[in-house]
């Protein structure tokens, strides 16, 4: 009987199987709770300790009688679970006995499944937007549940971070973008989150392609001083984009811009003569450079002041008759330059000059020509005035009295040469007829016969082809000459000798004004 009394019985599971019984939920959400309770008969058998197992694992051993929780259940607690425990009698206390459950199979279900990242386009390209998708959809046991979304790159939240949208749009990816891509989805009530598998996103990079280079100026064409601005544009090209301008007859670089657009502007401001030329810009984005073709930039001046100078330098005095020429000219300016002449603010004339440099202007003085002159230069590019220059015009031209002084004096001996010789010829037939004159001749054929004449028909021929007023000089000319002569009768004289008077002979001329 003493060896009973220290013998400690263990019954197997299946002779009292239904002594021990374990109380479980048998479906489980995610998230949700497993409360485990293990409970014996009512008997005389008093529990010493209690186990509890899963899938023949020990989870939990107490000396006291307890249950077992599972706080927050995941797909890894689903199996099968029993307990165990070891009991004695109140009465025999060296009697001991252990007794395990039935197994009870708990079911742990997703309350989602694991979400899945897509990217669409899936090879996309710099520049182009991107849509990330995080794909995944409640149990249909808990269709009400709220889940939200939260996507990372490379272990940084990308957007706003959590958010109740499954989509997240991306405006542009570049190539620097490129990289590990994976999102979370999490039900707040029970507290589940799970992440997707990682999606590496390459983003494709565009070549640039036809490249162009065009100016804009505030005013066309480029004027000198103004501002200009070279545009170099790509029709095609992602991702930073490298641009540089260059000079063609020196290969000079004369600007630089990396910017991440089709385009990028070069400001040339006050632009001078010496910037004129040929230019061209390159672009590139990491792949061949592209150069587009020449540009011819011209470079206009605007006519500087010009200078109004006479004939003479210095000299401002002249007289009618001269003709004085007035030079302007502008000592720069782009051709053609067109130039006008003032007198007294009134235009006299114009004068063009297509290959650049100065302008005359003949002007013929009379008397009213006196006064201030001036110029203008102008090349469409805004007219330029010179400073005056005062002439004076005095008298009668040099050459032009000279010119009348000659024509005079031509007359004048022309009438003195008529006369010598009618006076040669009269003495010539009086000596021809005997030594007598021809006024004797008439005396004495007169005081035979009263009742003829007293005069010569010699004398009388000459006298009536004499004219009393004569022109001479040209007719096509503009100064015109006149002669006026008067002739004496001859005396009734006892004197031998007849003497021819010209008691009034002068010559008249006029000078008419060339208009």
Same mark, same amino acid.
């Given at each position: ?120 386009? $899936? &090879?996309?390209? %710099? ?8 794909? !995944? *959809?409640? =149990? ?103 641009? $540089? &301008?260059?000079? %063609? ?8 811009? !990396? *910017?991440? =657009? ?254």
């Amino acid at each position: 009987m003493l060896l009973w009394s220290f013998l400690v019985i263990f019954a197997p599971v299946s002779e009292e199987a239904d002594w021990l019984t374990l109380q479980a939920p048998s479906v489980v959400f995610e998230g949700d709770s497993i409360d485990l309770m293990c409970q014996k008969k009512k008997d005389w058998w008093k529990i010493q300790t209690m186990a509890y197992y899963k899938d023949g694992k020990e989870l939990q051993l107490s000396n006291e009688v307890s249950s077992f929780s599972i706080p927050h259940a995941a797909l890894s607690d689903g199996g099968s679970y029993y307990c165990s425990a070891t009991a004695e009698k109140y009465f025999l206390k060296y009697f001991l006995k252990s007794k395990a459950s039935r197994s009870i199979r708990i079911e742990v279900q997703e309350l989602f499944p694991r979400p899945v990242l897509t990217v669409s386009p $899936s &090879w996309p390209t %710099e520049g182009s937007p991107v849509t990330l998708t995080c794909e !995944t *959809q409640p =149990s249909p046991q808990r269709s009400n549940a709220q889940l939200r979304f939260c996507f990372f790159r490379d272990d940084r939240a990308l957007g706003s971070g959590w958010s109740s949208s499954p989509e997240l749009r991306v405006p542009a990816m570049w190539t620097e973008d490129s990289g590990s891509y994976w999102c979370q989805a999490e039900m707040v009530t029970p507290r589940v989150r799970k992440q997707s598998l990682q999606s590496q996103i390459h983003v494709q990079r565009v070549p640039v392609s036809n490249v162009s280079l065009e100016m804009w100026a505030p005013r066309d064409p480029v004027i000198e001083g103004g501002d200009l601005i070279l545009l170099c544009s790509v029709a095609e090209g992602t991702g930073n984009i490298t641009f $540089s &301008w260059h000079r %063609e007859d020196t290969g000079t670089r004369v600007g630089r811009k !990396t *910017q991440r =657009s089709l385009s990028a502007e070069l400001e040339v401001p006050a632009v001078q003569e010496g910037d004129a030329g040929r230019y061209y810009c390159r672009a590139d984005n990491g792949h061949d450079p592209i150069q587009s073709k020449l540009l011819s930039i011209r470079v206009r001046i605007p006519a500087s002041r010009p200078v109004l100078t006479l004939r003479e330098p210095g000299a401002q005095a002249m007289a009618v008759g001269d003709v004085v020429e007035l030079r302007c000219e502008a000592q720069r300016g782009s051709p053609p330059i067109q130039y006008r002449f003032y007198h007294e603010d009134v235009s006299l004339g114009n004068s063009s000059a297509p290959s650049g440099g100065g302008a005359s202007f003949n002007l013929s003085l009379t008397p009213e020509r006196s006064g201030n002159y001036s110029c203008e230069a102008n090349n469409g590019l805004g007219a330029q005035r010179s400073e005056a220059v005062t002439l004076s015009v005095t008298g009668t031209g040099g050459y032009r009295r000279d010119h009348v002084t000659a024509r005079v004096l031509g007359a004048l001996c022309g009438g003195l040469g008529f006369i010598t010789a009618v006076l040669l010829s009269y003495y010539w037939s009086r000596k021809i007829s005997g030594g007598r004159s021809v006024t004797h001749v008439s005396r004495d054929a007169s005081s035979t016969n009263p009742q003829e004449p007293t005069h010569s028909s010699s004398l009388s021929d000459m006298e009536e082809t004499q004219p009393e007023y004569v022109n001479v000089g040209p007719v096509d000319v503009d100064v015109v000459y006149s002669q006026v002569w008067s002739m004496q009768p001859l005396e009734d004289s006892a004197n031998t000798r007849t003497t021819l008077e010209n008691k009034d002979s002068h010559v008249i001329y006029s000078d008419v004004k060339v208009t």
